[in-house]
């Protein structure tokens, strides 16, 4: 139960926006997401197009962008282990389809040499806290109205049951259509699993 309250905190600093509580997450989560990765990338000649760090970076950055937006309903540490996996196999899956595609065809690519390889810290730097606050404004900019307030309400924490009293409809209701709005955002943006 101890554990709990801290996780549940977390995750609602993430979705306030925090960059400290995001830093956590990352630190915390990185290495399984990672894992998960090197687990599924087992072509030699994918490895050379795909790395975990990449495909590690678009996880995050899809599931901050979301958890912002109140899509995820997590109480435990464990079932965000499990929704970053899910979404790590997503990613290897379709990383590997795009790059098997005829013109794209990773198995014509070679391998470079130590002194073409580019050597790069593999924290998130300011870049990258940046970018995923500009793609987290151009996400809100595209939803509607009502979206935005269904979202707005979901990452100050307040329960669906809570914003249907207030705006009315079904928590049910309520939620579908903002995933349905999270979903089409994400399609238009290339984010989408």
């Known amino acids: 139960m101890s554990e709990e309250v801290p996780f549940r905190d977390l995750i609602q600093r993430v979705r306030a926006g925090d960059t400290q509580a995001a830093a956590d997450l990352v630190r915390r989560y990185e290495p399984t997401i990672r894992l998960v990765v090197r687990r599924r990338l087992t072509s030699p000649g994918l490895r050379r197009v795909l790395d975990s760090m990449d495909i590690c970076q678009s996880v995050l950055a899809s599931f901050f962008v979301r958890a912002a937006l109140g899509q995820y309903e997590l109480g435990t540490p464990e079932q965000l282990l499990k929704l970053l ?93 903002l995933n349905r709005a999270i979903e089409r955002v994400s399609q238009e943006l290339g984010l989408a699993d």
Not at 96 to 114: E, F, I, S
């Open 85 to 177: 996996a899910v979404m790590a196999r997503n990613k290897v899956r379709n990383h590997a389809l795009h790059q098997g595609a005829a013109r794209r065809d990773y198995r014509r690519v070679r391998d470079a040499g130590p002194e073409e390889r580019e050597f790069v810290d593999p924290g998130r730097g300011p870049s990258q806290v940046v970018a995923d606050q500009e793609l987290l404004r151009e996400v809100r900019r595209r939803l509607s109205a009502e979206e935005q307030q269904l979202a707005e309400q979901r990452s100050l924490g307040r329960s669906w049951p809570e914003i249907a009293a207030e705006v009315g409809g079904s928590p049910d209701g309520l939620r579908m259509r």
